[in-house]
């Protein structure tokens, strides 16, 4: 018979191991544990909820309210350029109305008057053309024919 050797302390008796209440006590998942696992494991400590909806709900917030602000801009923009459109149309049809003894050709400058009786008169002679003698009681505009055939407006006496 050989010898046995003395144990030594490192050996493990395996038909003392009860398999079903070690598997009691191992995690199958031990990432998911609430707590750290091992005795090096990072400590895990549960989050302040209600600092982190408040955190969560400004920056919320703040984002919402940002892009508010840029759609308020846009607006602004496009209000001024609705408003812009609407005054050259009104000048537009002002002018349309006015007595033209001549084609007006795009891209010109030409100069509205309004004559004593009221009505308007479209002309190619400047305010500062006429001399002493003015035919019209007054300059309404000075208005620059667009493609568009559009009017821009570039200087008014309303």
Same mark, same amino acid.
């Given at each position: $018979?050989?010898? !046995?050797?003395?144990? %030594?302390?490192?050996?493990?008796?395996?038909?003392?191991?009860?398999?079903?209440?070690?598997?009691?006590?191992v995690?199958?998942?031990?990432?998911?544990?609430?707590?750290?696992? %091992?005795?090096?494991g990072?400590?895990?400590?549960?989050?302040?909820?209600? #600092?982190?909806k408040?955190?969560?709900?400004?920056? $919320?917030?703040? !984002? %919402?309210? $940002?892009?508010?602000?840029?759609?308020?801009?846009?607006?602004?923009?496009?209000?001024?350029?609705?408003?812009?459109?609407?005054?050259?149309?009104?000048? #537009?049809?002002?002018?349309?109305?006015?007595?033209?003894?001549?084609?007006?050709?795009?891209?010109?400058?030409?100069?509205?008057?309004?004559?004593a009786?009221?009505?308007?008169?479209?002309?190619?002679? =400047?305010?500062?053309?006429?001399?002493? #003698?003015?035919?019209?009681?007054?300059?309404?505009?000075? =208005?620059?024919?667009?493609?568009?055939? %559009?009017?821009?407006?570039?200087?008014?006496?309303?």
């Amino acid at each position: $018979m050989p010898e !046995q050797e003395p144990p %030594t302390g490192k050996e493990i008796d395996v038909s003392l191991i009860d398999l079903e209440r070690m598997k009691e006590k191992v995690a199958e998942n031990p990432g998911l544990l609430p707590y750290a696992h %091992t005795v090096g494991g990072v400590p895990i400590r549960p989050e302040d909820q209600g #600092s982190i909806k408040t955190n969560a709900l400004e920056a $919320m917030y703040d !984002q %919402t309210d $940002m892009h508010m602000g840029q759609i308020y801009e846009q607006m602004e923009v496009l209000a001024r350029q609705a408003r812009a459109i609407q005054e050259r149309k009104a000048i #537009s049809e002002r002018i349309y109305q006015a007595e033209m003894r001549f084609d007006p050709l795009i891209n010109r400058v030409y100069y509205l008057y309004e004559r004593a009786n009221g009505n308007d008169v479209l002309s190619l002679v =400047a305010p500062n053309e006429w001399g002493r #003698s003015r035919p019209y009681r007054r300059h309404v505009a000075t =208005a620059r024919l667009m493609a568009d055939h %559009t009017w821009e407006v570039m200087e008014a006496n309303f």
